[in-house]
């Protein structure tokens, strides 16, 4: 058995959230420790969509130039038919300005950036929690090679799947099915000409196509309907096969390297509080949330700097988790209803899609990202 209260603070999953509640103690000079049970930092060759609010949490944790070195601008939205009809398009440069541009960039990119400057001592990788026990001054986790550690508190920065919040909160509390679809792929191909944003929607499910940079696209489809078809690349192939040229050439490159081609449940969770004694909950952990908005990363950076400045702004640490979870409550919820709304409205019949899509999508953009401009 080896305790140890060296660092107060253990943050386990060293994904997105962990690492940029790290960096965000670590501007502020609080200890932690990230446990990690991947081998090394990176995650895959995946790439990512990151609003406006997700460029504004960066810069406040003094990444704005990378992000803007590194971030491929996506200054326009196209909503089209799979027969490639535009129903609207969304300004997005207009929207949020050039300070706020968003930009997409590959998750490896992103969490080296995170994690650059980090103290090599900070973060422990090869390291998967499989328990916790929770005591009123401290917590203990045990890790499946017998060490066991011990801190003030522990932060589930874990993920949809959480160890965390089955060992705070039980195994009743998710994750469940996205109201949006079932299952999803993701890959990147390279780029048939996409200079934006685009998403296709067909009778039984969607495909967004956004580029990285001018050579090279990030994919991502889903059903949107009962699929009997299941996973396989095949059932891709066939969910995709009346989709616009430009995006069946794409699919159908992918199709032909199945190693490129990630399959993955879109899976949700909602808790009714994010913090139980010693150990909080942030990122997907406390709040995975479907793609529809592609707000996860958003919020994660957000529940860090919100976190941390809590944690250095209120001595005793139970209130800090208090104050941390009234002030995410309402933002978090916020994008969860409007999630809810766009993931129905995908799946209207196609007829009254089409005709609705052209009033309905400029106005739920705005009225979900409208209130996010307001910096945490
Ligand atoms: C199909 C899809 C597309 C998406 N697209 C976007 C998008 O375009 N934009 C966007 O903002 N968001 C997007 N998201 C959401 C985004 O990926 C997540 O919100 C974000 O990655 C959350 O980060 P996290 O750090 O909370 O969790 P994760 O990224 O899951 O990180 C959790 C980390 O914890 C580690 N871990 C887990 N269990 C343990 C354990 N027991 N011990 C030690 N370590 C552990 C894992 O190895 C992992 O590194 C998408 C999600 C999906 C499913």
């Known amino acids: 058995m080896s305790y140890s209260y060296e660092n107060s603070l253990l943050i386990v999953g060293g994904g997105i959230a962990g690492s940029a509640l790290g960096r965000a103690l670590q501007r502020r000079d609080l200890p932690f420790r990230i446990i990690e049970r991947r081998r090394t930092p990176s995650d895959g060759g995946l790439a990512i969509n990151l609003p406006g609010n997700a460029i504004q949490a960066l810069s406040a944790l003094g990444l704005r130039e990378p992000i803007e070195k590194f971030g491929h601008p996506l200054r326009r939205r196209e909503y089209r038919t799979a027969s490639d009809k535009l129903l609207f398009e969304i300004d997005e440069d207009a929207f949020w300005g050039p300070a706020l541009r968003p930009r997409s960039i ?7 950036m995170l994690t650059h400057d980090l103290p090599e001592a900070s973060l422990l990788y090869d390291a998967d929690v499989q328990s916790m026990t929770l005591h009123s001054t401290h917590a203990e986790l045990g890790l499946t090679d017998g060490t066991n550690l011990a801190a003030h508190l522990v932060v589930g920065a874990d993920g949809v799947r959480s160890t965390i919040r089955t060992e705070a909160f ?5 994750p469940g099915h996205a109201l949006l679809a079932e299952r999803s792929w993701r890959f990147m191909a390279p780029n048939p000409g996409v200079d ?26 889903a059903n949107t309907r009962p699929f009997s078809q299941g996973d396989s690349p095949e059932a891709l192939d066939r969910l995709t096969c009346k989709f616009p040229e430009r995006v069946r050439n794409t699919v159908l490159d992918v199709v032909a390297r199945p190693n490129a081609l990630y399959h993955s449940p879109l899976e949700e969770v909602r808790l009714n509080r994010w913090y139980n004694g010693r150990a909080v909950l ?4 406390a709040h995975a949330t479907a793609p529809v908005w592609a707000e996860g990363v958003a919020l994660a950076l957000e529940d860090a700097i919100v976190l941390a400045r809590s944690l250095s702004t209120i001595p005793a640490e139970l209130p800090a988790l208090a104050d941390f979870e009234a002030q995410r409550r309402s933002r978090v919820a916020h994008v969860q209803a409007l999630t809810d709304a766009m993931s129905k409205a995908a799946k209207l019949p196609p007829l009254v899609r089409k005709a609705l899509f052209p009033f309905i999508g400029p106005k739920r953009y705005r009225q979900t990202y409208e209130p996010l401009k307001a910096a945490v």
Request: with cysteine; hydrophobic share 45%; aromatic share 12%.
């Open 282 to 285: 942030i990122g997907d952990a």
């Open 106 to 112: 590959r998750r490896s990119v992103l969490l080296s």
């Open 170 to 174: 039980g195994t009743q509390w998710g």
């Open 196 to 221: 934006c944003w685009t998403v296709w929607v067909g009778d039984e499910g969607m495909v967004l196509l956004m580029p990285v940079d001018d050579r090279e696209v990030y994919g991502w489809a």
